[in-house]
């Protein structure tokens, strides 16, 4: 290794402060009716609280994901597998460790595998890279045919007297 690199910090969209913001003034005519009621303005200082502590930070030698009221460090020898989730909404990874628990990395789409593997100084493979260096054989190439391809190759099927 080249030495030690800044680590990468992997956060929730600081977007959700505004709504967080935005619930305070909503919640503003509930919480002054009464006394009893102020404890309201907790929840979104609970939101903002959330987004402002959760994340996911990377090193070379660790992982660390931090949650509202735990932090939790991870060295990357007890990391066996990243697991990954999507949906058609949001995708998640988690780590697989050796024990065969799953820490869930806030904040790490499936988009940020390359960034995680940059980080991870090679303990990660790259996605991107795995998959260009797989070779192409040409029976998938000529089971994955475009639309218009298809559409092409059943016109040409076609006797020259019915295409016109």
Known sequence: MNGPTAPYVFRVSQLGILAGI???????????????????YLIPIAVIAWVVRRRTVVDTDSVTTKGLVRTRRVSWSDITA????????????????TGGAELPLPAVTVADLPLLA???????????????????????????????AEQSSAEASKPASAKE
């Not at 935005?22 to 006394?35: G, Q, R």
């Not at 990954?84 to 697989?96: K, N, W």
């Open 82 to 97: 990243l697991r990954l989730r999507s949906s058609r909404t949001r995708s998640r990874v988690s780590a697989v460790l």
């Open 22 to 40: 935005t619930l305070a003034i909503c919640a503003t005519p509930v919480a002054i009716s009464a006394w009893s009621l102020l404890p309201v």
């Open 118 to 148: 940059a980080a991870s100084g090679g303990r990660v493979p790259d996605p991107a890279q795995s998959a260009a260096a797989r070779p192409t054989t040409p029976e998938l190439a000529s089971t994955k045919q475009p639309a218009d």
